[in-house]
């Protein structure tokens, strides 16, 4: 079956940082980008960037560039997102959602909640 | 990096049709075709609809259409029915290995 399954819900402290995964099953996991996408309450989508998994290159928004980290496992087709000096108006719900070289993604994952909270 | 923009809301009844647009610059929109429509439904994953301007995905209904002119991008859904009622958003390449996302347009059903 062809999805890409994130890891659960995470509530953090300001300051703290929070790492969420994306595992892929279905098909060839270093075919295809990963990018991340973040939804805060209420609000629309924000672009943060993409992995290719094929070669470790990234990309990122200009907004979180030295900020956030995307990294992957490719022996077990999963690709990881860790948000750094988090602060409350990080708290969103963060998809991962497989990319072409077009720049469209044709699946998503379900969503990871982070909650930053004191 | 500015978010493109979309009204925040479109309405039609059962069988109409509505047309949401998404405004950038020659920076993005009007530079590539690559600009993407997704919907999402309440607490749902967003779903992709149209990519690369106007080609619609297996599965996805051809009452969906995109097309776009200048530093504009729209779509169409055409006979609208309840399940259309969703937030949709467009997305667009803005040069340099970046995208961006519309501000987004709550479709309602009337």
């Known amino acids: 079956q062809v999805q890409l399954v994130q890891s659960g819900a995470e509530v953090k402290k300001p300051g703290a940082s929070v790492k969420v995964s994306c595992r892929a099953s279905?098909?060839?996991?270093?075919?295809?980008?990963m990018h991340w996408v973040r939804q805060a309450p209420g609000q629309g989508l924000e672009w943060m960037g993409r992995i290719n998994p094929n070669n470790g290159v990234t990309n990122f928004a200009q907004k979180f560039q030295g900020w956030v980290t995307m990294t992957r496992d490719t022996s077990i087709s999963t690709a990881y997102m860790e948000l750094s000096r988090l602060k409350s108006d990080d708290t969103a719900m963060y998809f991962c959602?497989?990319?072409?070289?077009?720049?469209?993604?044709?699946?998503w994952g379900r969503g990871t909640l982070v909650t930053v909270s004191s | 990096q500015s978010a493109l923009t979309q009204p925040p809301s479109a309405s039609g009844s059962p069988g109409q049709s509505v047309t949401i647009s998404c405004t950038g610059t020659?920076?993005?929109?009007?530079?590539?075709?690559?600009v993407s429509w997704y919907q999402q439904h309440p607490g749902k994953a967003p779903k992709l609809m149209i990519s690369e301007v106007s080609k619609r995905p297996s599965g996805v209904p051809d009452r969906f259409s995109g097309s776009k002119s200048g530093n504009t991008a729209s779509l169409t859904v055409s006979g609208l029915q309840a399940e259309d009622e969703a937030d949709y958003y467009c997305?667009?390449?803005?040069?340099?290995?970046?995208?961006?996302f519309g501000t987004g347009t709550k479709v309602t059903v009337l």
């Open positions: 959602a497989r990319g072409f070289s077009n720049w469209y993604s044709d699946l």
């Open positions: 020659s920076s993005d929109v009007g530079g590539y075709n690559y």
């Open positions: 997305s667009s390449y803005a040069g340099s290995n970046n995208l961006v």
């Open positions: 279905g098909y060839t996991f270093t075919a295809y980008y």
